[in-house]
């Protein structure tokens, strides 16, 4: 999972990407960067690891305005998918000798080791990198048309992708896979804001915001829009991970409503999870509006019991070094709310479950009779390769227990009840949705996890 953004316009480039990017902060933590190119064609790039803040300071800033003329520009939060965190190379990622692209891209392209070989090239540094030159081979081959090169692509990668990429023509193009499983919307007034998210786009460029279609591409070079597919026809699939957990709840995905598909979660994991307790407890941030929904169908009232050291981030898009230790430290227990009553914890998803028992032993430790854990989303499974860090089914906490009542032990709950695939689904609404890591059946024809889990590793 990323964040990208991009701009077209009159106002100062920079600033405004630098906006959309502190919109999309939750979308990844480990690094951050911007792709300015200028009217002439020269094109500027800064990046590295940390926070936007970190990273993109006003000196900085500065510095790139500096360089001439801008007509547009790109940027990136990352949260690595490939080549793991230490070796986390920041985007965007620029290829080209004269005539140059840079690419800010969401998603995993999970075969890039085989396109890096059918390439030629000596070393893939990751999916980014390969996913790059794959675009800038083919724009050759397409004698120097970009938008060609996106419409042939999806022949070329298995994955997911929603990308903005930038020329030295100067032109702006953004793509959304096939699939669409990763989100990518834009408000075209002007000029021209991108965004992963539409909670970005409300905020910086107002709320009358489109969503990019799976396979559409748009190109913009200042005076024309021009939308166009990909080739390759294929059933949306979009991800149901990011009504569960990813996306900020004041985003609108597919048409529907994070915060409205969560509160149905909610209303779902009730009606098939049902337990006699004295108060519902969010696990904030993204457990919370499950948590409403639980509390409304259930009557069980909702209290604020635990407090969340926002300053930490999200735990799971942080590399696993710091992640043990940031879930002990992340949470404060309001003592008065849990003390001598039969709690009812609702999380979003248990994926490692390093979270989940560091928070029942706190809340033991701070008088809670009864701990009952429900989850808004399935057991998860299966690995994703199409965006998410969880490359192998052994990292997964279901994988290594034997059965349910055996996790709510490993955890310390007195039980644990999670949502239905059917549930889930009912909840978001949507007729076709990429579930693979709750069902194991991937969009993407002949291929299940041992396939993909060879196709990513060689
Ligand atoms: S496998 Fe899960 S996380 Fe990955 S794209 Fe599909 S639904 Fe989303």
Redesign the pocket.
Known sequence: MCGIAAYVGSSDVSDIVLELLIELQHRGQESAGIALVTYQGYMNVVRGKGLVFDVLTPDTLERLKNRGNIFAGIGHVRYSTSGGFLNSIPQPFVVGDGFKIAIAFNGTIANYLQLARSLGLRKALNDTHVLAETIYRLTKEYHGDVVEALRELPNYVIG?YSMVVLTTEPRLIIARDPRG?RPLAYVFNDALYVASETAALNVVAGDVWREVSPGEIISFDGFSLERSKVRASVTPTP???EYVYFARPDTVFNGVSVYEARIRMGIELAKTSSVVADVVVPVPESGRYAAMGYSRASGIPLEEGLFVNRYLGRGFIMPPTIRRKVSELKYGIVKRVVEDRRVVLVDDSIVRGTTMKNLILKLRNSGAKEVHVRIASPPFKYP?F???DIASRMELLINRSRSINEIAKYMGADSLGYNTLGGLMRAVGLASV????FSGLYPFPGLNAEKLERIFSR
Request: glycine share 8%.
């Open positions: 997911s499983f991800c149901i991970f994703c199409m965006g998410i990429c579930h693979a890591c």
